[in-house]
């Protein structure tokens, strides 16, 4: 049985597609066999999309261990359609959860992501996410992508220096080739540097959404010159199990929302952003790739929450 999709489309029509690029990331997890579990933008969005409805197509840098990875037949039976990009070497991290949030350890920096191996057929795809988590997309991806796609930019993989055993470095905002091409930007707040300051950061045509885990997320945008906001919290606010990924879901998800509903999301931008809380709050219960949730879990949950406004 198909599982439900979060749009509208109507029967036999062909659901949006969504194109994803970025390497996937070897996450340090002493309690699996391998040593380490999949992770990574790419893999994360890519498997959230697909299973909210959306027919993705991934571009992923893999190494060695990585291309072989059972999580890889996970995305596939999702109905991902993959091509894996053979790198000699891809991200690993040690994500380690404390009381202050999450803390990263490099244990291998990434080769990059030739822009030259996405296939043809993918460049005239309308809605792209590119989705570094180690600055392994050069400036070449802001020329790869045809230009009146949609683009967004999971904008914290741009902003990670990496050096083998050390915590990683975070690095201010910045204009690059990639943030201008971007028509979105999401970037976590533990990414960003506490001073960092967004103004002057933004294009007229641009979203900047910054995602604060159990505080919610807030979306803005340039209006007459000034910063506008929309503050979205946790749908609902649940005690988080491990927030790897969440991130990365919660973009795929606002994405998933905006190519499903289609005008009604550009009439009304609190809906994307509210099935995109639902789902990244669901996703800080999982603790493994395995676990993002699906359309209907999403259904559920803004099914109640509506049912208890009501009420």
């Excluded at 996937?24 to 999949?38: E, H, K, Q, S």
């Amino acid at each position: 049985m198909a599982e439900p999709s979060i749009g509208t489309a109507g029967a036999g029509s062909t659901p949006p597609t969504l194109l994803v690029v970025g390497a996937a990331a070897r996450d340090i997890d002493d309690t699996d066999p391998r040593g380490w579990r999949l992770g990574g933008t790419v893999c994360y969005a890519s498997l959230a999309a697909a299973r909210l409805g959306v027919l993705v197509q991934a571009l992923v840098g893999v190494d060695t261990e990585a291309s072989s990875a059972a999580e890889l037949e996970i995305l596939r039976a999702a109905g991902v359609e993959l091509h894996l990009v053979p790198l000699q070497r891809g991200p690993v991290f040690d994500n380690r959860q404390t009381a202050n949030g999450r803390i990263q350890i490099a244990h291998q920096a990434s080769d990059p992501l030739p822009a030259a191996a996405l296939p043809e057929r993918w460049r005239a795809t309308e809605t792209v996410l590119l989705g570094p988590v180690a600055a392994e997309l050069a400036s070449e991806w802001a020329g790869a992508i045809g230009p009146d796609a949609f683009v967004a930019l999971a904008w914290q993989g741009l902003l990670r220096e990496l050096t083998v055993g050390r915590r990683v470095r975070r690095l201010p905002l910045t204009r690059t080739p990639l943030v201008e091409r971007a028509n979105a930007l999401f970037v976590s707040a533990e990414d960003a540097l506490a001073d960092a300051s967004v103004h002057g950061l933004i294009g007229p045509d641009q979203h900047l959404v910054l995602t604060h885990g159990a505080y919610g997320a807030v979306a803005l945008r340039l209006v007459d010159g000034r910063l506008a906001g929309r503050y979205v919290p946790p749908l609902p606010r649940r005690v988080a199990i491990d927030t790897t990924g969440t991130g990365d879901v919660f973009v795929a998800a606002w994405l998933a929302a905006r190519l499903m509903l289609g005008q009604a999301a550009a009439d009304e931008e609190w809906r994307p952003l509210a099935i995109a809380a639902a789902t990244a709050s669901l996703n800080v219960e999982a603790s493994s790739l395995i676990d993002v949730p699906d359309a209907r879990a999403v259904a559920d949950v803004l099914l109640r929450l509506r049912g208890r406004r009501r009420g």
